[in-house]
């Protein structure tokens, strides 16, 4: 009887401990909010896909730790390249992707398409965008729930409050900076838009007023 008794309450603080893991986690998605759909979603996709095959749960070994990090990191430069991209159709009617230079996109099309003007010139919001995603991933990176078990073990039962309350900070001034400083690239890993059109329809028209 005694040896039932202590499984069920085994049983009952291992599922208490994985509801407040999962709640931990879940609560860093909420914090943020709609700001996550502004990271490159394969990225997000990936690291949530390796992140617990690499922490192995968040019963880490070293190994699992470096492997860890590595995604982070990868991930994390994957979201601040991601911000200096930008696609375009040409007039092959394909959509082609480069990076946003100071002269205009590269590489640029050989279809005839006007990429390389004004509208896909490098710009200070690029910068600001490509920051404010770093920030926003390590925040969802970081207070994973994988990643503290694996990294911070005790921080998940010391720092609740500010688990719960950093993700809802860091999304109120990154809405209210990506509020500030627009952007209308549609780069890689981005879902497509009418954004990419509006800016390739300026261009077009900006090159027909030229030869006018």
């Known amino acids: 009887?005694?040896?039932?008794?202590s499984s069920q309450s085994s049983t009952t603080n291992s599922q208490q401990q994985s509801s407040s893991s999962s709640?931990?986690?879940?609560?860093?998605?909420t914090g943020l909010g709609n700001i996550i759909k502004l990271l490159p979603t394969g990225t997000v996709f990936l690291f949530?896909?390796?992140n617990p095959l690499l922490t192995n749960n968040g019963e880490c070994h070293t190994?699992?730790?470096?492997?860890?990090?590595?995604?982070?990191?990868?991930?994390?430069?994957?979201?601040?390249?991601?911000?200096?991209?930008?696609?375009?159709?040409?007039?092959?009617?394909?959509?082609?992707?480069?990076f946003a230079t100071a002269k205009g996109i590269w590489p640029s099309s050989s279809s005839g398409s006007s990429a390389?003007?004004?509208?896909?010139?490098?710009?200070?919001?690029?910068?600001?965008?490509?920051?404010l995603s770093v920030i926003i991933f390590a925040v969802l990176a970081l207070l994973d729930t994988n990643t503290v078990?694996?990294?911070?073990p005790s921080f998940e039962n010391t720092e609740k409050t500010l688990i719960t309350v950093l993700p809802t900070v860091i999304g109120s001034i990154s809405s209210t900076?990506?509020?500030?400083?627009?952007?209308t690239r549609n780069g890689v890993g981005y879902p497509s838009s009418g954004t990419s059109t509006t800016s390739e329809t300026s261009t077009t028209s900006e090159s027909n007023a030229e030869k006018v």
């Open 177 to 183: 900076l990506f509020m500030l400083f627009p952007s």
């Open 116 to 131: 390389s003007s004004s509208g896909y010139k490098l710009r200070f919001s690029d910068f600001v965008h490509a920051f």
């Open 149 to 152: 078990k694996c990294f911070y």
């Open 63 to 98: 190994y699992n730790k470096y492997l860890s990090a590595i995604l982070i990191a990868v991930c994390g430069i994957s979201c601040f390249v991601a911000s200096f991209t930008d696609s375009y159709k040409g007039t092959d009617g394909l959509t082609h992707y480069g």
């Open 1 to 5: 009887m005694g040896k039932k008794i």
């Open 48 to 50: 949530q896909f390796l």
């Open 23 to 29: 709640s931990s986690s879940s609560s860093a998605y």
